[in-house]
Structures are given as structure tokens and as C-alpha cells.
């Protein structure tokens, strides 16, 4: 053992007796970089801590949802009030009520919507509810785009999959895997293919409209507007995966930051201030099709709890004050240009591509001189390098994401001082990883 992780190796190998892999959720357990994680104590702001005391400038955030930083004072007083008034009741509340309309103003394709507690029901019941509303049966989606852990989305999926070479999970029956056919992103000709092949078949086209489970990859010009083209012509709904987009690369999500209104949108992380939350929602003749209006049946017995609706509303409404989602993106291009910087300084090829308050740094080469458009392209990257750079990193006191294919998150509160200990621990790093 060594005496910077002495205390997370020792608790990393009894947690191995009780849970799969001593983790929760597979990405946690460090799989493609190799080592042991840390086990983190308490976060504040950008600042995460482990137990064996090492301090971290954080870049993962809990995937996303921490746009405010760890334990944001307005979000723990909203979580505390709630809590003294209870923390479940399979009851309404005017919480619910109040936090959508919140989530309708900044996001306003989303006239009904149903929450849930978490992205993976949320696209899920999405799915659902566009078989419902169509008659149709199969569902495009595209490769390196991860929705969940449903059934019929674990196929060529993004993030944790592709991490441990399992992009189709055993225990998914054929049955389900064969409803899902997968495109290529960013291509719309691969798109239009498979719905001139299966015509009138095709329920919905669901996407992340800025990937971030296979790094930071953007749509090029006119890919989102030709999908809702496309999509049009052929009579299928088009669902924009937002769990990790909305409210992180423009307060209205991708949707706003591009002007292209999708049917259906599955939000997540934010809207729940970092407790488990998620929704969807769109048309209202669509989510009309709902039981207990419609036929499509989707529930839940923590859905629309009050703590999680208090701490979204509190997370929502410190992040539409003036100013504040500005002030991320500012620090976000500030470390993305910092960081491409210090890379040519020791002689490497790094682009570090960002949308809003997400970015990923890979390692060339790349094709044509430019950032990846597609999975196969990023796959091209020098991930080797990119292995050994990340525990320099974290050797040097900043977290990020344990690998290539996960997007990086800034905060509002990653100040001048964060900033500095992350660019000073890459240009070292990068040094140390050059040769």
C-alpha cells in the first residue's frame, strides 16, 4: 500500500466483500486506468476530499450534477428544510408543481412533464411513451451514446460500456437489442439509411445533442437541424437525452444553445441539485398518452420526492441569477485553452474541446487536425496516453474523470485558485507523460 491512498486502498478491498467489484456504479472502480480508487470524505465548492485527507480540485462533479460546486449553502438549507417536514409521503406536493415550472420556463418543449429518480427512467419511460404515441416499434440511437441501463439501450452504448469492453450487457435478450438500431453520430446520411430501410417503423431517434459519454464530442453544423428534418419526414419523434446537457451547456439546455425543439426531453442531474432525480417530458398531446390519462404506464414511489424537487428548485434558481452559469463557462474556457496550451509547451498534440461547462482533453492524433466527431474517431486518440496522464494528475491533487470516454464538468465555484493547482498539475503531468 502507499501512504497517499492508505486508507481508501484498505477500505477499497473490504467494500470488494459486499459489493460487485467494491463499487456501485462500474466507472467508479477505476477499470480502464488501472489502480485503486480514492474514497471520498466531503466535498466544498470545486474541492473534493478523500479519507486519507489528499484534497482535489474536482472536474467530475457526480457526473454532472454539481454545476454549483459541493454543498452549495442555498441547495444543504433547502435539503435541511425539507427534510424536518418529511422525506417521502406517495403523496402530491406543491414542490413538484413548482420545480416544473421551472424546469417549462428555462426548457419550453417540455409543456408536461413527469419526474422520476433517475436518467435511466427517464429515457426509458421516454422510449416508452413514443411507442405509445407512434405504434411503432424500433428505436434509432447511436453509437458511443449511453441513455441508461435499459434493456434495449445497453446496444453500442457510451461511457461505463465502452470503458469495460461490454457495449452489449449479457443478460440483454436478442429480443430486445433487435427493436434498436444504431447510427453513427454526426452522420445523417447513416440516419436517413436506416429509416428508408424500415419504413413507417422507426418510433423515435434518441440522442445526447452534445454527446458526453464518449468524451466531449459536438454536433457538427446542421446535424441536429437535418434529425428534426428527418424525423418530420418520416414521422418518428425525436428525443433529446438532456441528462447531462440540460442546464450544463446553456441554461436551456442543448436545445436552446442550438434552436432545435426536440418532441421529447430527458433531463437529470441538475434539476435534483445532486440528489437522485430525473424527468421527461415534451408535447402536450404526447404526454397526454400517460396513464392514468393515457395507456402508457410508468410509476413510482419516490418519484417527485420533496427533498429531491426542494434541491432542484434551490439549484435552479442560484443558477439563473445573472451572471452565475456565465462565470462557469468563463472558467471552463479559461482551463480548456490552459490546458491545450501546456500541451504544446512539452511538445504533445491536445485538444480539449467544451460545450457550456463540459469539456474532455484528448491526445492526438486526430483526423483531418481536428477534435473527434464520432466514436470511431475518438477511439483513434492515444488513450494509453491519456491512462497515464490521469493518475499524474491525481497524483498532483486533481480529479477528473478515470476515462476518455466520460466529459469533464466545471462548476461555478472552480475560482482563480482552483484553476492555477489544475493548470499547474497538467503542465506537470503532460511533462511527465511526453516521452
Known amino acids: 500500500?502507499?501512504?497517499?491512498?492508505?486508507?481508501?486502498?484498505?477500505?477499497?478491498?473490504a467494500s470488494?466483500?459486499?459489493?460487485?467489484?467494491?463499487?456501485?456504479?462500474?466507472?467508479?472502480?477505476?477499470?480502464?486506468?488501472?489502480?485503486?480508487?480514492?474514497?471520498a470524505a466531503f466535498g466544498k465548492g470545486p474541492w473534493i476530499t478523500d479519507i486519507d485527507g489528499n484534497r482535489y480540485v474536482d472536474y467530475i462533479l457526480s457526473y454532472g450534477p454539481h454545476v454549483l460546486g459541493h454543498a452549495h449553502p442555498a441547495i444543504v438549507a433547502a435539503i435541511t428544510d425539507a427534510a424536518t417536514r418529511g422525506t417521502a409521503f406517495g403523496a402530491p406536493t406543491e414542490a413538484e408543481t413548482a420545480l416544473a415550472e421551472r424546469v417549462r420556463a428555462l426548457v419550453p418543449s417540455m409543456e408536461r412533464m413527469?419526474?422520476?429518480?433517475?436518467?435511466?427512467?427517464?429515457?426509458?419511460?421516454?422510449?416508452?411513451?413514443?411507442?405509445?404515441?407512434?405504434?411503432?416499434?424500433?428505436?434509432?440511437?447511436?453509437?458511443?451514446?449511453?441513455?441508461?441501463?435499459?434493456?434495449?439501450l445497453l446496444v453500442r452504448a457510451g461511457s461505463g460500456g465502452l470503458t469495460f469492453g461490454n457495449p452489449d450487457s449479457a443478460g440483454v435478450t436478442a429480443g430486445a437489442a433487435r427493436d434498436t438500431l444504431v447510427a453513427?453520430?454526426?452522420?445523417?446520411?447513416?440516419v436517413e439509411r436506416l429509416m428508408t430501410a424500415h419504413p413507417g417503423a422507426?418510433?423515435?431517434?434518441?440522442?445526447?445533442?452534445?454527446?458526453?459519454n464518449m468524451g466531449l464530442v459536438a454536433p457538427v453544423p446542421g446535424f441536429l437541424e437535418g434529425l428534426r428534418t428527418l424525423c418530420d419526414r418520416h414521422g418518428a419523434l425525436l428525443i433529446f437525452d438532456e441528462v447531462m446537457t440540460g442546464f450544463r451547456v446553456h441554461v436551456g439546455g442543448a436545445q436552446a444553445l442550438y434552436g432545435v425543439k426536440p418532441d421529447l426531453t430527458c433531463l437529470g442531474k441538475v434539476i435534483g441539485g445532486g440528489l437522485p432525480?430525473?424527468?421527461?417530458?415534451?408535447?402536450?398531446?404526447?404526454?397526454?398518452?400517460?396513464?392514468?390519462?393515457?395507456?402508457?404506464?410508468q410509476a413510482g414511489t419516490l418519484s417527485g420526492n420533496p427533498i429531491s424537487m426542494a434541491a432542484g428548485i434551490a439549484a435552479l434558481d442560484e443558477l439563473t441569477k445573472p451572471g452565475v452559469f456565465d462565470r462557469a463557462v468563463a472558467s471552463t474556457r479559461t482551463i480548456t485553452a490552459g490546458l491545450e496550451a501546456a500541451a504544446h509547451e512539452v511538445g504533445l498534440e491536445v485538444k480539449a474541446p467544451s460545450v457550456g461547462t463540459m469539456f474532455t482533453p484528448f491526445f492526438g492524433p486526430f483526423a483531418q487536425g481536428r477534435a473527434p466527431r464520432c466514436?470511431?474517431?475518438?477511439?483513434?486518440?492515444?488513450?494509453?496516453?491519456?491512462?497515464?496522464?490521469?493518475?499524474?494528475?491525481?497524483?498532483?491533487?486533481?480529479n477528473v474523470p478515470p476515462s476518455n470516454y466520460e466529459a469533464w464538468f466545471v462548476s461555478t465555484e472552480h475560482d482563480a485558485e482552483a484553476i492555477r493547482v489544475t493548470l499547474d498539475a497538467a503542465k506537470a503531468a503532460f511533462a511527465a507523460v511526453a516521452s
Open 1 to 13: 500500500m502507499t501512504d497517499r491512498y492508505h486508507r481508501s486502498e484498505a477500505a477499497f478491498a
Open 16 to 39: 470488494k466483500a459486499r459489493l460487485p467489484g467494491g463499487v456501485n456504479s462500474p466507472v467508479r472502480a477505476l477499470g480502464s486506468v488501472g489502480g485503486v480508487p480514492f474514497f
Open 114 to 152: 413527469r419526474f422520476v429518480s433517475s436518467g435511466t427512467e427517464a429515457t426509458m419511460s421516454a422510449i416508452r411513451v413514443a411507442r405509445g404515441f407512434t405504434g411503432r416499434d424500433l428505436v434509432i440511437k447511436f453509437d458511443g451514446c449511453y441513455h441508461g441501463h435499459a434493456d434495449g
Open 184 to 190: 453513427d453520430y454526426n452522420d445523417l446520411g447513416d
Open 202 to 212: 422507426v418510433a423515435c431517434v434518441i440522442l445526447e445533442p452534445v454527446v458526453g
Open 277 to 297: 432525480v430525473g424527468a421527461y417530458g415534451g408535447r402536450g398531446e404526447i404526454m397526454a398518452r400517460i396513464a392514468p390519462e393515457g395507456p402508457v404506464y
Open 375 to 398: 466514436l470511431r474517431e475518438v477511439q483513434a486518440t492515444d488513450i494509453p496516453r491519456f491512462k497515464r496522464w490521469f493518475h499524474e494528475l491525481r497524483d498532483r491533487g486533481v
